[in-house]
């Protein structure tokens, strides 16, 4: 499974009709130690989780001018109420819900060169995830 979304995933959020604000529901699933590259220039023994929290600094805030985003919910996903425990369809760490004011901020953020560069962290620290986009 893949943590980046495909380029036609991208095309028809790009080309699709929503309009206003959109809301990025994402499932994130940690690994135990951030997996860093060799070449990593920084603390790289650190979890998975500490890993996202340095990505997820880098959209709310470092390039937080461009995504305007709003953290709506980050918490810990605490059991499975209904599906079946233990699953990858279930199991996940935490889920962080983003309201941007349009599907043209998320993109910019996307191509934003300081949000780029951070995504070392996302990759370090995520095992798997799934983003869904809803209506803002």
Not at 84 to 89: I, L, N, Q, R, V
Not at 107 to 135: D, F, I, S, W
Request: hydrophobic share 40%; glycine share 8%.
């Amino acid at each position: 499974m893949t943590i980046d979304p495909t380029a036609d995933q991208v095309r028809a959020l790009r080309d699709g009709p929503a309009k206003g604000p959109i809301v990025m529901v994402n499932m994130l699933k940690f690994r135990d130690r951030a997996a860093y590259p060799e070449d990593f220039d920084g603390d790289a023994d650190i979890p998975g989780s500490e890993a996202y929290a340095r990505y997820q600094h880098a959209f709310t805030v470092t390039v937080g001018d461009t995504s305007k985003a709003e953290v709506l919910y980050d918490g810990p996903v605490q059991q499975v109420f209904i599906g079946e425990p233990g699953t990858s369809a279930t199991d996940w760490d935490k889920m962080l819900i983003v309201r941007y004011p349009s599907k043209e901020h998320f993109l910019g953020m996307m191509a934003n060169e300081e949000y780029r560069a951070n995504l070392v962290h996302r990759y370090a620290g995520l095992e798997r995830t799934v983003l869904l986009q809803c209506k803002g």
